[in-house]
């Protein structure tokens, strides 16, 4: 009787657990994802200005979205939508090369600038990001690519150049691809090029993938480097410079339903990348032949 | 064990520069003056002609601007821009004058230049001196087509790595020695010096460190501040981050799955749409007072002072940060937490410990053995995290209008003012030099007791 009471009541001790746990849990998660639907809501908002005095809209429209793909007088949505894309590819196939490459080259063949270029890349690392941003705006200057189209060149080669820095993700999965197959292969009278091309790629399917979303994304979601380089170039700006413009002073009240619906309308494919990537994130950590 | 490990060649080859220098034949030491000469001379003479052109276009390039260039790089320029009235066509005529930017720039890209010319040269040497002893002993010597092939095979690292090395060089390396060239310059709009300019050593230095001006006072008031905001913003997220993944990953939590959606969605919106967003929801007139508001628990026409009080301005960046950065330690912690050996608890639960010990005894100390790579790269992260900042507050509110930063403002985002809307380059390039150097020293002592560094990687 006195033990029945007992594991009743440790029974009873862990609903309550578990009822609070998930109670917290729930709070927590309308925490964070409370803005995502205010920004949804705001994005088919009716009434325009950018601060209502009422919570959730009153009525609701699709004009929003319309205007950001008609109104393109101010502000061209679809032009930089078009820019940021061009860029988005051409950063992309350069940038997934390096990395690739250069992870590679770390990871498997031996050769004596191996540690110093890995010491580097680790020094260059503790450098803020765009303290050099200002020189590179020189540099890129200097050679005159900071004017009309070319400053799209300019853009890729930003988003680009570092590439080579970033291996450390990418080392550490091949670092996981046994290397007896490495071996077998060079027995077998492959060279190193093609255990590369036609081995070690193949085999590290997620990595690679990883690696070109990232590297596809980032011209989305950079808008320092692209707003020092594009300075007043309004046909060149990327979309995250024109989001950020939509919210300035002079523009906040009759576009702020519009910068929600840009926002929705950008968010969708990354989010969709972002969730397709997160299994090979976590793939790329744990390795590539699972023992 | 010694600070300083003794310097192991794992690379050892014959065919060095002094043994060609002491040994090499009458070809070989041509080559020291003839690039590639010693190549020609023996069976090479595509890859000889190469090292050729090469010297050939670097000394033109030296005779037509680069020693010019060089010259100019002690006085960085002396010819002012002026004022001249034409009196033919009744207008003012600008002269050309010099500008110690450009003067800058081409001077340390000719420096650079000249550095990869002495490794070209080193390159020529060590390869005439290969050619010649493998001549003399009779040897096969490569031709041009098998010194491609072997590109493929056995130096694979110099066709993959050379691409790379060429952008880091041209856009990161370079830029990064031009802005700490200007920390040592004038270059700024204090004084007018934006188009000429001139070393003046360390004063900027001087400058920075001397707290009774208002420029020094506030350097550290910022340094202050950013090493604050990086051990919080660090901190909160990677515990808070554990205990959630923690929860989730519980036995009993049902729809795990959900949960975690709930919180990775979150990270799915581009960071710096969901801070935009962040700010102007917390705008005096923002959804967030206007909720507030409309359920009562704050008077009609009151607002809380998110981004105007420098204490309610900080605490609100970095309980934002908690939103923008746990979604991403919860999908790095989970991963590690799954792997903490299950013995560990079970042994720990028949000894009778309590959930609070198990998280202190167990999970903790091996969750920071496993992760502190991953803490030190945030911290540093965290202390050049120009986004949050820049995006939320801008760096306000500011309280002192003499000075140049607000009261969220950290190093790096002070640095992106100074350089961006004020001009003041060399303080920006100063400040730069700074961060780098104290994440350097953090960055050194952590690493080297940590277990990635005892294992490989860097330093």
Known sequence: ?291 | MGIRKKHVNNFPTPYTCTAAIREGGMETKLSMVLMGFGNIIHKQKIKGLLYLAIEVAYIVFMIVNGIQFLSMLGSLGTVEQKEIWDEANQIYVYTKGDQSILILLYGVATVLLTILMICAWRGALKSAYKAECLDKQGKHVNNFVEDLKSLLHENLHRLLMTPPMIFIGALTILPLIFMICMAFTNYSKIDNHLMLFDWVGLENFKALFDSSSILGSTFWSVLGWTLVWAFFATFSNYIFGMILSIVINRKDTKAKGFWRFCFVLSCAVPMFVSLLIMRTMLQPEGAVNVLLRNLGLIAPDASLPFFTDPTWARVTVIVINIWVGVPYTLLQLTGVLQNIPGELYEAARVDGANAVQIFFKITLPYMLYVTTPYLITTFTGNVNNFNVIYLLSGGDPVTNLESTAGSTDLLVTWLYKLTVDKQYYNIGAVIGILTFIILAIAALLTYRNSKSYKEEGGF
């Open chain 1, 1 to 291: 009787m006195a033990a029945k009471t007992k594991v009743r009541s440790a029974k009873k001790r862990r609903f309550i657990n578990n009822t609070i746990v998930h109670v917290v849990l729930a709070i927590l998660a309308f925490i964070w994802v409370f803005p995502i639907i205010w920004v949804i809501l705001t994005s088919f908002r009716a009434e325009k200005g950018s601060y209502v005095s009422t919570f959730f809209p009153q009525s609701f429209t699709l004009d929003n979205y319309v205007k950001l793909f008609t109104d393109t007088s101010i502000l061209n949505f679809p032009q930089m939508f078009m820019n940021t894309l061009f860029i988005a590819v051409c950063a992309c196939i350069l940038s997934t090369f390096y990395v690739l490459a250069v992870s590679y080259c770390l990871s498997r063949l031996k050769f004596k600038l191996r540690k110093p270029y890995m010491n580097m890349a680790m020094i260059l690392g503790l450098f803020p990001g765009f303290m050099s941003m200002i020189a590179v705006y020189f540099i890129l200057k200097a050679i005159g690519l900071t004017e009309g189209n070319l400053i799209k060149v300019a853009l890729i080669l930003c988003y680009s150049g570092g590439a080579g820095l970033s291996f450390q993700i990418a080392k550490g999965f091949f670092d996981t691809v046994p290397i007896a197959v490495d071996e077998a292969a060079l027995l077998d009278g492959c060279t190193r090029w093609q255990i590369f091309t036609k081995i070690t790629l193949p085999l590290s399917k997620p990595i690679v993938i990883y690696t070109v979303l990232t590297s596809f994304m980032a011209p989305w979601l950079d808008f320092i480097f692209a707003k020092v380089i594009c300075r007043a170039n309004s046909d060149q700006y990327t979309v995250a410079i024109g989001l950020w413009n939509m919210l300035q002073k002079e523009y906040i009240d009759s576009w702020y339903t519009s910068f929600a619906a840009g926002a929705v309308l950008i968010s969708i494919p990354i989010a969709i990348l972002f969730l397709f990537m997160q299994r090979y994130y976590v793939d790329g950590m744990s390795g590539a032949v699972k023992g």
